[in-house]
């Protein structure tokens, strides 16, 4: 989700058929949906939603180095210790154990993936290319929600 951008549903839904390690891309195809029957993987938000990203070079190596052994392509790559989809609050205590080990300030799932729009913008990454990366249609909601100021000082430069 930080490196990426992924909704946390996106990432729950995430399959291992949807890691193509060979290509070094993600397709983001499925997200977790709320039904009557309770939580369920289905179609992501919207169609625009869909998308296939590239993935870092350190995120390739992290799903090289979990543990697949005979897992089948539509298993889940984050599940509960029994293989089932992983609900919202799972999900959030997960991660907050995950900040207390490694000793920072407890962040959330939609956290993560609104780091990664500033990060990326802070980077010089186009506004355009962090929509698509994002599932967006365009970039008014990147502009009005997901882009957070990085850098606390303006440098005037011409000034």
């Given amino acids: 989700m930080l490196l990426l951008g992924l909704r946390p549903g996106e990432a729950a839904a995430l399959g291992w058929g949807d890691v193509d390690q060979d290509a070094g891309v993600l397709h983001v195809v499925r997200a977790r949906r709320w039904t009557p029957r309770g939580y369920e993987v289905g179609p992501t938000k919207t169609r625009r939603s869909a998308r296939v990203v590239k993935m870092p070079p350190r995120l390739a190596a992290a799903f090289c180095a979990l543990e697949r052994a005979t897992a089948p392509p539509d298993a889940l790559v984050f ?3 029994t293989g089932r989809l992983l609900e919202p ?7 907050a154990r995950l900040c207390a080990k490694a000793g920072i300030e407890r962040v959330t799932p939609y956290e993560l993936r609104h780091s990664a729009a500033s990060l990326l913008s802070d980077a010089g990454v186009p506004i355009e290319t962090l929509a698509d ?3 967006h249609t365009s970039t008014q909601m990147l502009e009005a929600v997901y882009r957070h100021r990085v850098r606390k000082v303006v440098d005037p430069g011409i000034w």
């Fill in 133 to 135: 990366l994002l599932g």
């Fill in 79 to 81: 599940a509960t210790p």
């Fill in 89 to 95: 609050s799972a999900m959030n205590h997960r991660l």
